[in-house]
């Protein structure tokens, strides 16, 4: 069996899950997710913890086994906990604003770039150049900060723009790096 599959998910306090059938609604504190899976995977509950099973050994069983424990237990944990990832703008003259519900970046372009937010996740601003995305859902979260990331990725040469928080970037050496390895002629 999947090591990840066969693991199970306690379901912490405040939390309730519905099943029915292939369809799986995780209601708690931090909101409401609700997802269909594959028709054959099996999800049963009993007292604080779900089990997900498979119906066959067929590698493509075995691939969503895995998949849909993990799916499941990131629905559990983001209505209990919540998830959020950091973003980092950097670059002179490189901010970021809130106006209204909207984030405006302003990352050199000759116009401020306006980011709607998805439904269900919030963003706060630390400073002027730290954003953070939060929310229920992993999965958004996570398309939502590509996005964002995609507006301005990080130069490798200079290492302007907009990247996850605590991300490293190789800076390429650039013109100047190239002619010192060459014999004066």
Same mark, same amino acid.
């Given at each position: 069996?999947?090591?990840?599959?066969?693991?199970?998910?306690?379901?912490?306090?405040?939390?309730?899950?519905?099943?029915?059938?292939?369809?799986?609604?995780?209601?708690?504190?931090?909101?409401?997710?609700?997802?269909?899976?594959?028709?054959?995977?099996?999800?049963?509950?009993?007292?604080?913890?779900?089990?997900?099973?498979?119906?066959?050994?067929?590698?493509?069983?075995?691939?969503?086994?895995?998949?849909?424990?993990?799916?499941?237990?990131?629905?559990?944990?983001?209505? #209990?906990?919540?998830?959020?990832?950091?973003?980092?703008?950097? +670059? &002179?003259? =490189?901010?970021? *604003?809130?106006?209204?519900? !909207?984030?405006?970046?302003?990352?050199?372009?000759?116009?401020?770039?306006?980011?709607?937010?998805?439904?269900?996740?919030?963003?706060?601003?630390?400073?002027?150049?730290?954003?953070?995305?939060?929310?229920?859902?992993?999965?958004?979260?996570?398309?939502?900060?590509?996005?964002?990331? #995609?507006?301005?990725?990080?130069?490798?040469?200079?290492?302007? +723009? &907009?990247? =996850?928080?605590? *991300?490293?970037?190789?800076? !390429?050496?650039g013109k100047a790096g190239?002619?010192?390895?060459?014999?004066?002629?």
């Open positions: 069996m999947s090591r990840i599959g066969r693991m199970p998910i306690t379901i912490p306090a405040g939390v309730t899950v519905k099943i029915d059938g292939s369809v799986v609604t995780v209601k708690g504190p931090k909101g409401e997710l609700k997802r269909t899976f594959n028709p054959g995977m099996v999800f049963s509950q009993k007292d604080n913890v779900l089990t997900v099973a498979r119906p066959s050994e067929s590698k493509e069983d075995k691939a969503l086994h895995g998949l849909s424990r993990s799916l499941l237990a990131n629905m559990v944990t983001g209505v #209990a906990t919540g998830f959020s990832k950091d973003l980092e703008i950097v +670059g &002179i003259g =490189y901010r970021a *604003e809130k106006a209204g519900a !909207k984030l405006v970046l302003r990352v050199g372009q000759s116009h401020p770039m306006e980011v709607e937010m998805r439904p269900g996740i919030s963003f706060a601003i630390e400073g002027t150049t730290k954003v953070k995305l939060s929310g229920a859902d992993k999965e958004a979260i996570g398309e939502m900060a590509a996005d964002i990331r #995609a507006m301005r990725k990080p130069d490798h040469y200079k290492g302007k +723009g &907009i990247r =996850y928080a605590g *991300e490293r970037i190789k800076l !390429k050496p190239k002619v010192i390895g060459k014999k004066a002629g």
